[in-house]
């Protein structure tokens, strides 16, 4: 029921920007993700529970397995949404001190230690 509800909330929200209309202005489709994958930690917790105290069942071991694979699913999505938050704040940072040295420079328009070699890395780096 989760999934579905997840599911539906994520096409909604691309068929929405797919005929032009603003998106939001944070990744929605990753933190619909990684709220499913927390259901269901939550939901595999409560098995567990369940298991120990009504004494036990066949399937723990399909439980363990499933247990397992979602963990390491949500551990890479959370590795990706920690980076994408880290690398966006070093980019604005860099941002604000070139624009800073910018303003030092008598005024002028150009901004320091800006070359399209560093642009394309960023864009491989996403």
């Not at 920007?17 to 994958?37: E, K, R, S, Y």
Request: overall charge positive; aromatic content about 10%.
């Amino acid at each position: 029921m989760l999934a579905t509800m997840v599911y539906s909330a994520v096409y909604g929200y691309r068929f929405w920007t797919a005929i032009g209309l603003p998106g939001a202005c944070f990744p929605f489709v990753l933190n619909c993700q990684i709220a499913l994958l927390g259901g269901n930690l939550v939901c595999h917790v409560g098995v567990l529970l369940l298991h120990f105290m009504k004494g036990g069942c066949n399937g723990i071991g399909a439980w363990v397995f499933n247990s397992v694979l979602n963990g390491a699913v949500m551990l890479l999505f959370l590795n990706f949404y920690v980076r994408m938050h880290i690398m966006r704040r070093k980019r604005k940072r860099k941002v604000k001190e070139e624009v800073v040295v910018g303003r030092n420079n008598g005024g002028q328009n150009q901004i320091a230690g800006r070359d399209d070699e560093d642009d394309d890395e960023d864009i491989k780096l996403i």
